[in-house]
């Protein structure tokens, strides 16, 4: 068992609807951690920006994303987590991933899209949550919106050990953004670790970054600030986990929901 879990945080700009140029950019800021990481977090839609312009935008899953993904993993040894608009069988997702040094790989379709952009106009819908086991971590997917539904990433019998979100979230919602996170680590006796941009999108609208991870106590392990381009790597301890479990076992008393 990998008791330590290294993840780094990619906090980066996304120049938009560009694939060829961040899958290039992106794929420069992953080479700098090789080696010193065993998980590498990317911002959600980090080929494209969030854009409702799926038609032109989409990657199939045989394009040019997955197989560039899958070769970084390879190579540069770590697994890689992030989002993409993907087309599949006409529909098309804000498609998480999670793929392996060893090219396993693992999506998870968004499940709450982001009505006040039109997200729902132009995206379907997932219905399948998603847990990755990796280096002996159960970690489960969400994507940005997701975190203001508790009941969806609901951490059931310990089912994970850490909860991932990849966003776009603006800066206006800030606050909103950093308050979730830690609420979402002490609900579910979990770590978080949620990924954001920094910029300026095509649409005007400004990311502040405020990437950050938390322990299931909900004490900041990682941040990597405000409006900066910056990676931030931490090291995750699977025996404090278990051991708060062990000891304050409050996810015996749970309430219990059936999704869908």
Same mark, same amino acid.
């Given at each position: 068992?990998?008791?330590?879990?290294?993840?780094?945080?990619?906090?980066?700009?996304?120049?938009?609807?560009?694939?060829?140029?961040?899958?290039?950019?992106?794929?420069?800021?992953?080479?700098?951690?090789?080696?010193?990481? =065993?998980?590498?977090?990317?911002?959600? *839609?980090?080929?494209?920006?969030?854009?409702?312009?799926?038609?032109?935008?989409?990657?199939?899953? @045989?394009?040019? *994303?997955?197989?560039?993904?899958?070769?970084?993993?390879?190579?540069?040894?770590?697994?890689?987590?992030?989002?993409?608009?993907?087309?599949? @069988?006409?529909?098309?997702?804000?498609?998480?991933?999670?793929?392996?040094?060893?090219?396993?790989?693992?999506?998870?379709? &968004?499940?709450?899209?982001?009505?006040?952009?039109?997200? =729902?106009?132009?995206?379907?819908?997932?219905?399948?949550?998603?847990?990755?086991?990796?280096?002996?971590?159960?970690?489960?997917?969400?994507?940005?919106?997701?975190?203001?539904?508790?009941?969806?990433?609901? @951490?059931?019998?310990?089912?994970? =050990?850490?909860?991932?979100?990849?966003?776009?979230?603006?800066?206006?919602? &800030?606050?909103?953004?950093?308050?979730?996170?830690?609420?979402?680590?002490?609900?579910?006796?979990?770590?978080?670790?949620?990924?954001?941009?920094?910029?300026?999108?095509?649409?005007?609208?400004?990311?502040?970054?405020?990437?950050?991870?938390?322990?299931?106590?909900?004490? &900041?392990?990682?941040?990597?600030?405000?409006?900066?381009?910056? *990676?931030?790597?931490?090291?995750?301890?699977?025996?404090?986990?278990?051991?708060?479990?062990?000891?304050?076992?409050?996810?015996?008393?749970? =309430?219990?929901?059936?999704?869908?």
């Amino acid at each position: 068992m990998a008791d330590s879990l290294r993840i780094s945080m990619i906090q980066s700009h996304i120049i938009w609807e560009d694939r060829s140029e961040n899958l290039g950019y992106y794929g420069e800021l992953l080479r700098r951690v090789s080696g010193k990481t =065993d998980i590498a977090v990317l911002p959600e *839609t980090f080929t494209t920006g969030f854009s409702m312009e799926v038609e032109k935008l989409a990657d199939t899953m @045989n394009g040019e *994303t997955i197989p560039t993904i899958k070769s970084w993993a390879k190579t540069y040894g770590m697994a890689i987590i992030g989002s993409f608009i993907a087309e599949e @069988n006409g529909a098309y997702y804000n498609r998480a991933f999670f793929i392996t040094p060893e090219g396993e790989e693992y999506y998870y379709d &968004k499940r709450h899209l982001f009505r006040m952009a039109g997200e =729902d106009k132009h995206f379907s819908a997932g219905d399948k949550r998603v847990i990755v086991n990796y280096k002996d971590w159960n970690i489960c997917l969400q994507v940005c919106y997701d975190l203001r539904f508790p009941v969806w990433s609901r @951490n059931v019998k310990n089912e994970y =050990d850490l909860l991932v979100y990849v966003a776009n979230w603006p800066e206006p919602r &800030k606050k909103v953004w950093k308050a979730l996170l830690q609420a979402r680590a002490i609900e579910n006796m979990a770590y978080v670790c949620g990924v954001n941009r920094v910029g300026i999108d095509g649409k005007g609208f400004v990311y502040h970054g405020d990437s950050m991870v938390f322990s299931p106590k909900g004490k &900041k392990l990682a941040d990597a600030g405000k409006r900066e381009e910056i *990676t931030r790597t931490c090291a995750l301890q699977k025996d404090e986990l278990d051991d708060l479990r062990t000891k304050f076992p409050v996810w015996k008393d749970e =309430d219990s929901f059936q999704l869908l």
